[in-house]
C-alpha cells in the first residue's frame, strides 16, 4: 500500500513517520506525478493559506481535486481539514477549497486566549474497529471549527459539543493533530479504508 503525504509545507514528516511505522509506503507528494504514485493521502496541518497557494503554483489543484473526486481515501488533519472542506469562513479571499467533504470550517476558531489546547476525546468508531475504547489525545493548534455537516457526514468526535472528526466516504478529516497524538489509531483506520 503506497500512502501519500501532501508535503508543500506544515507537519507532512511526523504523519510520514506514523504511516511508515504502521507499514505503509510513503510517498512526499509534490507533484502531480508524485499524485499519481499513491493510493491514498494525507493532507496535514499547517497553514491552508500557504498550502493553497504552494498547491496552485505547483498545478496541484485540479490532481487533487480529481483525486479526492476519483473516491480513494484521503485523510485531511488541521489545515488539512480547512483545504478538503466544501465552504470555509475566515479565510484568505483566493484560498482555493477542495471541496471533498460537505462541510464548513472556520479557520482559528479558537481565539488568541486558547491557541492551543489537548483534551482527550472519546471516538467511537475506534472501538467499533477493533482498536480499542481508549480516549484518543487529540492534540489542537490553531484549529478549526467544523460550524456545518451536510446530510452524510458521520460525525466520529465532539470537543465543545463542537465535531473534531468527521467522515464522509473515503474522506476523514479531524481538527485536531492525531500524528501528535503517540497513538496511531486514527491513521491505522485510514490505512484501512
Ligand atoms: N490556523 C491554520 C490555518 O488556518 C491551521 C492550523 C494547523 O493546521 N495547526 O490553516
Known amino acids: 500500500?503506497?500512502?501519500g503525504v501532501l508535503a508543500l509545507q506544515g507537519a507532512f514528516a511526523a504523519h510520514?513517520?506514523?504511516l511508515e511505522s504502521l507499514g505503509a509506503t510513503v510517498v512526499e507528494v509534490r507533484t502531480a506525478d508524485d499524485l499519481a504514485l499513491v493510493d491514498r493521502l494525507?493532507?496535514?496541518g499547517g497553514e491552508s493559506t500557504t498550502m493553497s497557494m504552494a498547491a496552485e503554483r505547483s498545478g496541484l489543484l485540479e490532481p487533487l481535486r480529481a483525486f479526492v473526486a476519483s473516491g480513494r481515501p484521503t485523510f485531511g488533519t488541521c489545515a488539512g481539514a480547512i483545504l478538503l472542506a466544501a465552504e470555509c469562513f475566515d479565510g484568505r479571499a483566493d484560498q482555493h477549497q477542495l471541496?471533498?467533504?460537505?462541510?464548513?470550517v472556520r479557520r482559528n476558531a479558537?481565539?488568541?486566549q486558547v491557541d492551543?489546547?489537548?483534551v482527550d476525546v472519546p471516538i467511537p468508531a475506534l472501538g467499533d474497529a477493533g482498536l480499542g475504547d481508549a480516549g484518543f489525545h487529540a492534540v489542537f493548534i490553531r484549529a478549526p471549527a467544523i460550524e456545518r455537516v451536510g446530510d452524510g457526514v458521520e460525525v466520529l468526535a465532539r470537543v465543545d459539543d463542537r465535531p473534531a472528526a468527521v467522515r464522509s466516504g473515503a474522506i476523514m478529516v479531524t481538527t485536531f493533530h492525531?500524528?501528535?497524538a503517540g497513538d496511531d489509531r486514527l491513521h491505522e483506520l485510514f490505512l484501512r479504508s
Request: glycine content about 4%; hydrophobic content about 55%.
Open 1 to 3: 500500500m503506497t500512502a
Open 16 to 18: 510520514a513517520s506514523v
Open 42 to 44: 494525507v493532507v496535514p
Open 99 to 104: 471541496a471533498a467533504i460537505d462541510i464548513s
Open 110 to 112: 479558537f481565539g488568541r
Open 116 to 118: 492551543s489546547f489537548e
Open 178 to 180: 492525531p500524528e501528535l
